[in-house]
T-cell receptor, first 112, second 113 residues
């Protein structure tokens, strides 16, 4: 099992460009999450999903969109990137809310 | 509104010493308190977790102490080793309320040889 994988590992964007981050899990988990990690700010939840076809807003959803068309994939989109979105993005998943969250290796995004 | 406050931001401990990281929460409905460990360049991983029906949980050198009345919980790392050098995050959630995890801001631990 690969667990939780994230694509790409690194990306540099210019302000206004768009991109999609892909998260994939092979553990048949229902719940998936997108977090951003910034120095001194901890992990902040952007959006999450409680099953295929569902999405919900987290603590810091503005400027991001998500989709969960397939159970194993959770996509995070930036329609018009801003320098404030420079961060490390982590995806996580678990089988239900009571289960441990398993994190991916992260994507380091820089917006110039 | 920060619901989980973590301290200190950084900590340096000598090898063999005890590392202590503290967290305080505001929401009395929280009923699940995990600690995550993150090494540089990696994603966080669950280290140990506690429910409020017990005051302490120990797994090897790692212990969570929980004080419900004070709304505080702490992580103790006994006999700290250089390999324990990492960032530690406390978190909390209300499982009964279908809430997601709220993380503290993290503590960067350095164990000197």
């Amino acid at each position: 099992n690969a667990g939780v994988t994230q694509t790409p590992k690194f990306r540099v964007l210019k302000t206004g460009q768009s991109m999609t981050l892909l998260c994939a899990q092979d553990m048949n988990h229902e719940y998936m999450y997108w977090y951003r990690q910034d120095p001194g700010m901890g992990l902040r939840l952007i959006h999450y999903s409680v099953g295929e076809g569902t999405t919900a807003k987290g603590e810091v959803p503005d400027g991001y969109n998500v989709s969960r068309l397939k159970k194993q994939n959770f996509l995070l989109g930036l329609e018009s990137a801003a320098p404030s979105q420079t961060s490390v993005y982590f995806c996580a998943s678990n089988k239900d809310r009571r289960d441990t969250q398993y994190f991916g290796p992260g994507t380091r995004l820089t917006v110039l | 509104q920060q619901q989980v406050k973590q301290s200190p931001q950084s900590l340096i401990v000598q090898k063999g010493g005890i590392s202590i990281i503290n967290c305080a929460y505001e929401n009395t409905a929280f009923d699940y308190f995990p600690w995550y460990q993150q090494f540089p360049g990696k994603g966080p991983a669950l280290l140990i977790a506690i429910r409020p029906d017990v005051s302490e949980k120990k797994e090897g050198r790692f212990t969570i102490s929980f004080n419900k009345s004070a709304k505080q919980f702490s992580l103790h790392i006994m006999d700290s080793q250089p390999g324990d050098s990492a960032t530690y995050f406390c978190a909390a959630s209300w499982l009964g309320g279908y809430s997601t995890l709220t993380f503290g801001k993290g503590t960067m631990l350095l164990v000197s040889p």
